[in-house]
């Protein structure tokens, strides 16, 4: 037997997972199992469990509850040598008797004593090794899940407070050996759960300054103080400020551009780089990710044609047909697309049973008119669908069974997998599953654990420091070679040196390739390896030209280089890429700066010929302090351009005073900081407080709307700011209404905040920034589903903040996918750090539904932990409940049933002990969906019936219609189609006087498939 305390309660038998009962019984289990091996007195166990106004019958009810825990243990003492534990009466109470092999409680503090022990003695790194080993024994707080009053007992806050001081000696420990990288993963989790430790919060900012995450470490402080001034009225101590003032001394020195900037939770951005189809959009859903078109080529591009020439020689020249390529399933002449997954003549797409014209789709798994849905296909508008395999209302859907809305799964499906069925979006954003808010970066080389064989397509690895013009010169490379393949073009943005925590995992690039390749969304395989392998069998017979730009390292892009040796791929990255070169035969090339001659033509594109011409001193100079940067070259000439009465050499004079004349080997870090600087010093106060602060937004990608939040001015004069920051080369116009920050400018943005922009205006500016994406969030979760519950109180917006308005559910989806998830993992980031729960939870409710229809379980599971993770630090039963009930669904979808079951019953006792009748309902059709899944049908009817007394207590009509459906499909599948007709008359009459015409189209469905198994 196996017993867990250090996070959720819970006991497996022979790998089979028991249920511990009731929530009273799971208390007191919990309470004797802190207490292993020490009488627990009645008088105590009552006191724990009711407080001090305990019924008459409490004694009675202990009884109970320790005979059925006396059983349970009994089930694992089946023989000599098997551990197993025992709860044995003593004078006045109870004893449970377990040992280390029984009990994770016990085998954490067995493992800590022999980790101090070694330290002791000197073996420090053994040490370090066993406290680790120890520490991720823990799964989160303390017994959660368990009866809230029972969680904050002292005999719990002991537990912990053992926990918290095996977590400290293991960083100190670590940080003699200089291994403070050890430790990063348990002290984050740890910092989250104890955010006024200043001890726990400076050793976290010490381990993320050794790690290079500078910025991330002084975002831990400014999140520290906050809380200490909001909760305790009192400032850092001298410890917190001491780590704080050392890491402000270092600087950026030494540190990766585009390292800087605070962590990001598990929640990954999206793959916005693959750009969508133009007007391509199902009614409330994204675009799917295509093969899409390359970014234009940089303006002013010289040079380069040793280079250029090498790439082309990667690719026969005859290879591909004359004229320009296709996107694969992409865009033909005149904007229609080719029926392998693209769009037909006048935009409107057939999918594999997708849509028609005008929306409607097939009727063999399509939408039946108006938006409503077949129960064999799938959703219902707001996301009903049918309860044996479809979504419930509100958003719960059956795990691992039924249909996702827009594509059929089959029952037992397991793994993310499901056949073939209209995809509902391709989606954005990509996180893991992991149980804390904050956690360690993908390490390098983790992406290739998938370890397929060796790849046979050639591949270019560009290489080199930023600025320098990488992705400039791939991209006029893959514009010129574009003819050769004829079977489509793929860009994808790692994002391998953004602000740590956001870049792409091979994973994520993977889901946004297959989708872009035609792979209904549903059909993504769940694992690394299975669609690392999906993906090479897609592009074995084509000819495709795949673009990797800004690789962390050759770990991210190992698994998605093609095996055809008909693609070419190319892959840009700061890291030399050494293993892709050694293991993979990639050709690399290392750009250097631009010779003179090559320099001064690139600043002439910018200023013009004609006054170069007349300026050729001035000019050069100019070049010439810019040391040949492509970057640095960019922003001189728009300099230069934004002056025109100014003569060039007094702009290199000026440019000078900003550093010394270049000599040697120039550093394109230092040169384009100089340069930047320069730039900067003359802008307008105004658009240089919005390029300060634009360093703040958690993306690269800056909507107009969250610039005009963040500043706090309107959007019109937003987004004239931009277009000045723009005209500078200091942002890159990426569409009417966004702008890109390169990371080296962010970089250098984020320490002029520092220096120049008080603590309270920046918090203040974050805050506006995420009252943005907040209650914008919520109003798109309303548009998508408007017949949900009220989503909750949130306080109104910090004045001079602009919410987007969202007029319908298309519009709402778009914003989801472009705006919102993209920059969600930098969103909560900040949010957690502020202490916004009501942020949390909002985004968590707004977006359980949008990710559940397209398919975004992993993200769903991440996002939902964050969630959990706030809800539980604000003792907020009802957040704690949605959490761990999106958690379970999302489970299911994945095939982890063990864990729905979990988080489904705890959603279920949560619920219940705050007395939220709906809430319980809901949970109810989830465990009957499940059943139903399982075969389970006399089940999943008990719960049924369950869920229809508690809505009819709560004289909810719309839940009450949605289970008398349920009801009728659960019968239909026991062949029992007498018995169905009852409750789908009941759900079409409720339906229709709600004017519910989704709900109403299931029941009449029901009916239909009843009356035809009848013969009526």
């Not at 199992?33 to 009645?42: D, I, K």
């Not at 089959?410 to 995809?423: E, V």
């Not at 209904?520 to 299975?530: F, I, K, S, W």
């Not at 001015?713 to 005209?727: C, G, I, K, W, Y």
Request: aromatic share 4%.
């Amino acid at each position: 037997m196996w017993l867990t305390v250090l996070g959720p309660l819970r006991a497996w038998q022979d790998e089979v997972e028991l249920d511990l009962g009731p929530a009273k019984r799971q208390a007191l289990l919990a309470l004797l199992l802190v207490r292993t091996g020490q009488p627990t007195s009645l008088a105590t166990i009552i006191d724990v469990l009711w407080g001090q106004d305990p019924p008459s019958s409490a004694a009675n009810v202990v009884y109970r509850h320790t005979a059925a825990i006396r059983r349970l243990l009994e089930t694992g003492d089946q023989g000599p040598g098997r551990p197993s534990a025992r709860l044995v009466r003593v004078s006045g109470g109870y004893r449970l008797d377990a040992g280390p092999a029984t009990l994770d409680l016990l085998s954490f503090r067995q493992l800590t004593g022999q980790a101090r022990r070694l330290a002791e003695m000197g073996a420090m790194r053994e040490s370090v090794r066993l406290f680790t080993r120890a520490l991720r024994l823990s799964r989160g707080p303390i017994a959660s899940g368990i009866l809230s009053h029972v969680a904050q007992h002292p005999y719990f806050v002991a537990v912990d407070g053992e926990y918290l001081t095996a977590v400290k000696e293991a960083a100190v420990i670590a940080g003699r050996l200089g291994e403070l990288g050890a430790v990063l993963d348990v002290l984050q989790p740890a910092a989250v759960q104890h955010p006024l430790d200043e001890t726990l919060q400076a050793q976290l900012m010490r381990t993320l300054a050794a790690a290079g995450r500078q910025a991330e470490a002084l975002q831990a402080y400014h999140a520290v103080r906050t809380h200490l001034d909001e909760q305790l009225g009192i400032v850092p101590g001298p410890e917190l400020r001491s780590v704080y003032e050392d890491i402000l001394l270092r600087g950026t020195q030494g540190t990766e551009p585009g390292a800087a900037g605070p962590a990001s939770p598990t929640c990954h951005p999206s793959l916005d780089s693959l750009c969508p189809l133009a007007g391509h959009r199902e009614r409330g859903c994204p675009a799917p990710w295509p093969s899409g078109p390359l970014p234009p080529e940089a303006a002013g591009f010289v040079g380069r044609e040793a280079e250029l020439a090498r790439l082309a020689a990667l690719v026969p020249a005859d290879q591909g047909a004359e004229g320009d390529a296709v996107p694969i399933g992409g865009e033909m002449p005149g904007g229609d697309t080719t029926q392998d997954g693209g769009e037909m003549p006048g935009g409107d797409a057939v999918l594999d049973g997708g849509e028609m014209p005008g929306g409607d789709t097939t009727p063999n798994r399509g939408e039946v008119p108006s938006g409503d849905t077949t129960p064999d296909s799938g959703e219902m508008p707001g996301g009903d669908t049918t309860p044996n395999r479809g979504e419930v209302p509100s958003g719960d859907t059956t795990p691992d069974s039924g249909e996702m809305p827009g594509g059929d799964t089959t029952p037992g499906a397991g793994s993310g997998s499901a056949p073939a069925g209209r995809d509902v979006g391709g989606g954005t954003m990509g996180p893991r599953v992991l149980g804390v808010p904050l956690p360690t970066p993908v390490a390098a080389g983790e992406d290739a654990a998938a370890g397929l064989p060796p790849v046979a397509s050639p591949v270019a690895a560009v290489v080199g420091p930023p600025g320098i013009g990488k992705t400039a010169l791939v991209v006029r490379a893959a514009h010129r070679l574009g003819v050769r393949f004829p079977d489509g073009l793929l860009f994808v943005d790692l994002r391998g040196h953004a602000r740590s925590g956001d870049s792409v995992t091979a994973k994520e690039a993977l889901r946004g390739l297959l989708v872009a390749l035609g792979t209904p969304g549903h059909r993504v395989p769940a694992g690394l390896r299975e669609r690392s392998a999906l993906y090479r069998d897609l592009l074995s017979d084509r000819r495709v030209l795949v673009v990797l730009d800004d690789a962390r390292d050759a770990g991210q892009v190992r698994n998605l280089l093609p095996r055809s040796p008909g693609c070419l791929t190319l892959v840009t990255s700061r890291d030399p890429l050494d293993d892709l070169v050694v293991r993979e035969g990639a050709r690399r090339l290392e750009p250097d700066a631009l010779e003179p001659a090559q320099a001064y033509e690139a600043l002439a594109c910018q200023v013009g010929a004609a006054r170069a011409a007349a300026e050729p001193e001035g000019a050069a100079a100019l070049a010439a302090y810019c040391a040949g940067i492509p970057l640095a070259l960019a922003l001189a000439g728009a300099v230069a351009v934004r002056r025109p009465d100014d003569g060039l050499d007094t702009l290199a004079e000026e440019l000078r005073a900003h550093g010394a004349p270049p000599g040697g080997t120039p550093d394109p870090l230092e040169t384009v900081r100089r340069v930047l600087l320069w730039s900067y010093a003359r802008l307008p106060a105004e658009t240089a407080r919005m390029f300060r602060l634009l360093a703040l937004h958690p993306g690269r990608d800056v909507p107009v709307s969250a610039a005009a939040s963040l500043a706090g001015v309107a959007p019109v004069r937003a987004r004239a700011m931009l277009d000045e920051l723009s005209r500078a080369r200091l942002l890159s116009a990426q569409d009417t209404d966004t702008y890109l920050l390169h990371d080296l400018l962010r970089t250098c943005a984020l320490r002029l905040s520092h220096v120049h922009d008080p603590d309270d205006m920046r918090r203040l500016a974050v805050r506006r920034m995420l009252d943005h994406y907040v209650h914008t969030a919520r109003e798109a979760g309303y548009r998508l589903a408007p017949h949900r519950n009220a989503l909750g109180a949130l306080p109104a917006p910090q004045p001079r903040t602009t919410p987007e308005r969202l007029d319908d559910p298309a519009q709402a989806a778009d914003w989801l996918d472009r705006r919102l998830l993209p920059v969600l993992s930098g969103v909560l980031r900040e949010a957690v750090a502020l202490g916004l729960h009501a942020h949390v939870h909002q985004l968590g409710l707004a977006l359980e539904l949008p990710l559940d229809r397209w398919a975004r379980w992993d993200e769903q599971l991440a996002l939902q932990q964050t969630c959990l993770f706030t809800a539980g630090l604000q003792a907020d039963l009802v957040a704690r409940a949605q959490a761990h009930r999106a958690l379970g669904f999302s489970s299911g979808r994945l095939g982890r049933h063990t864990d729905a079951q979990i988080h489904l019953h705890s959603a279920l006792n949560l619920f219940a002990e705050a007395e939220d009748e709906q809430g319980q309902a809901r949970v109810h059709r989830c465990i009957a969906l499940l059943a139903n899944v399982a075969g389970r049908h006399d089940l999943a009817l008990s719960h049924y019936q369950q869920a229809l007394d508690l809505y009819r207590r709560a004289s909810d009509t719309s839940g009450e219609a949605d289970v008398r459906n349920e009801i009728g499909w659960t019968r239909l599948m026991r062949g029992d189609h007498t018995a169905a007709l009852d409750p789908c008359v009941r759900a079409a009459g409720l339906c229709r006087a709600a004017d519910r015409t989704a709900g109403g189209a299931i029941a009449y469905d029901g009916l239909g498939h009843a009356r035809h198994r009848l013969g009526a």
